[in-house]
């Protein structure tokens, strides 16, 4: 199996911000890795697929990178609606789908 | 407009059953890959099964299979969960969700998740 591991497990920034957050995987997954947005009490927002593809009406400042085992999120200036759970999924063993554990990002 | 729409969650006792449904409208359903993905009070995302648009291929994650069915009735537009000896540690929010139509290996749209509780 697969096994996604994220870090920070959290991290603090204030708005303006920019914030990395990394995702491993465990065997190389080439490029197939999403990024996925959650508040609390909401379901999961798709933001980045392939790796680096930005999902419709997702704003410019997600970005993502990376591909085999080493993958970057990166939102360039925080805005407030962005303090949340971020997690990474792989589906390069599609259709086994593993996720992170999560980053939580919180205000400073 | 895409909606998924989850129920069936409920208080269940160790060892007994539960089946979850969604609605899914506002696409065409039987064009998509659905999966259920659930998370523990507190806890991170776990994928839990999905499904083939015309039903004939379904995967498990390792902790379910055996005991959880995923199944689909495209001209209802309905995707199903069937939950059986249950566990303190399914106990979890369940969403229903749909993959991206290509690639598959995506989530696009989510429910709005339905609880599920295992307790005496």
């Known amino acids: 199996d697969i096994q996604m591991t994220q870090s920070p497990s959290s991290v603090s920034a204030s708005v303006g911000d920019r914030v990395t957050i990394t995702c491993r995987a465990s065997q190389g997954i080439s490029s197939w890795l999403a990024w996925y947005q959650q ?6 927002k798709l933001l980045i697929y392939a790796a680096s593809s930005l999902q419709s009406g997702v704003p410019s400042r997600f970005s993502g990178s990376g591909s085999g085992t080493d993958f970057t999120l990166t939102i360039s200036s925080l805005q407030p609606e962005d303090f949340a759970t971020y997690y990474c999924q792989q589906a390069n063993s599609f259709p086994l789908i593993t996720f992170g554990q999560g980053t939580r990002l919180e205000i400073k | 407009e895409v909606q998924l729409v989850e129920s069936g969650g409920g208080l269940v006792q160790p060892g007994g059953s539960l089946r979850l449904s969604c609605a899914a409208s506002g696409f065409t359903f039987s064009s998509y890959w659905m999966s259920w993905v659930r998370q523990a009070p ?11 648009q015309d039903g004939s291929e379904k995967y498990y994650v390792d902790s379910v299979k055996g005991r959880f069915t995923i199944s689909r009735d ?17 106990t979890a929010v369940y969403y229903c969700a749909r993959h991206t139509l290509w690639p598959w290996y995506y989530f696009d749209y989510w429910g709005q998740g339905t609880l599920v509780t295992v307790s005496s």
């Open chain 2, 74 to 90: 495209n001209a209802k537009n309905s995707l199903y969960l069937q939950m059986n000896s249950l566990r303190a540690e399914d």
């Open chain 1, 39 to 44: 508040k609390p009490g909401k379901a999961p």
């Open chain 2, 42 to 52: 507190g806890k991170g995302l776990e994928w839990v099964a999905n499904i083939k």
